[in-house]
């Protein structure tokens, strides 16, 4: 079955550590995206990708970097720049033009300990 | 800037009863409205997606309706049940957002009782 695979569900960040979140379709989608979502938020849009090598800040992407070498993965960075990392990250994809809507994985929540 | 809102923020019906939805926005340029539903702790699970030149979408028990002049989409969701107990967002498609990124609601977070 195609779909977006999120791994790992839960991730754990010491103080000052990079970590990255995997993002995987076989959807054969040209666009992802990733979102954060934080209680009593709504979804905000972290960093959205086009096309293979080439990605656009969203409306929150300081402390986070991106990359897009491969059409099927869009894996996200949370750097130690990032001040409060501690939430639920999406990862979406869809087609160019978004008119098959979007698809969602399942999530990573990170947590900084 | 295209905001959009969902009231109620939190519902609870008795099984048997049938849910609406709200959903406004306010920016009526848009391709398409999606809503999803989000059970705690995972993703979002795509239910009904709306084309801007659609009026309406059916999918078994639920249905979504949408007026893009006034802003509005409902859902229905006929003879709840409690396994239909989840968070429902609805976000909407910007003609002119670059990357067709989508705008999300903050949800509505529904508990339908047994």
């Known amino acids: 079955d195609g779909g977006i695979t999120q791994s790992p569900k839960y991730l754990f960040r010491k103080e000052g550590q990079n970590v990255t979140l995997s993002c995987e379709q076989n959807l054969n989608h040209d666009a992802m995206y990733w979102y954060r979502q934080d209680p009593g938020q709504g979804l905000r849009l972290i960093y959205y990708?086009?096309?293979?090598?080439?990605?656009q800040k969203g409306d929150i992407a300081e402390g986070y970097s991106v990359s897009r070498e491969k059409k099927e993965s869009f894996p996200l960075t949370v750097t130690s720049a990032q001040k409060n990392p501690t939430a639920f990250y999406l990862c979406a994809s869809s087609r160019q033009g978004a008119n098959d809507g979007y698809t969602f994985g399942s999530g990573t929540r990170l947590t900084v300990v | 800037k295209q905001e959009v809102t969902q009231i109620p923020a939190a519902l609870s019906v008795p099984e048997g009863e049938n849910l609406v939805l709200n959903c406004s926005f306010t920016d009526s340029a848009i391709y398409n409205l999606q809503w999803f539903r989000q059970d705690p702790g995972k993703g979002l699970t795509s239910l009904l997606l709306i084309q801007s030149s659609q009026r309406e979408q059916t999918s078994g028990r639920l249905n979504a309706s949408l007026d893009k002049s006034s802003g509005r989409s409902t859902l229905y969701i006929a003879a709840s049940q409690p396994g239909d107990s989840a968070t429902y967002l609805c976000?909407?498609?910007?003609?002119?957002?670059?990357?067709?990124?989508?705008?999300f609601g903050g949800g509505t977070r529904v508990l339908v009782k047994p």
């Open positions: 990708s086009q096309i293979v090598n080439d990605f």
């Open positions: 976000a909407v498609t910007l003609i002119k957002a670059a990357g067709n990124k989508l705008t």
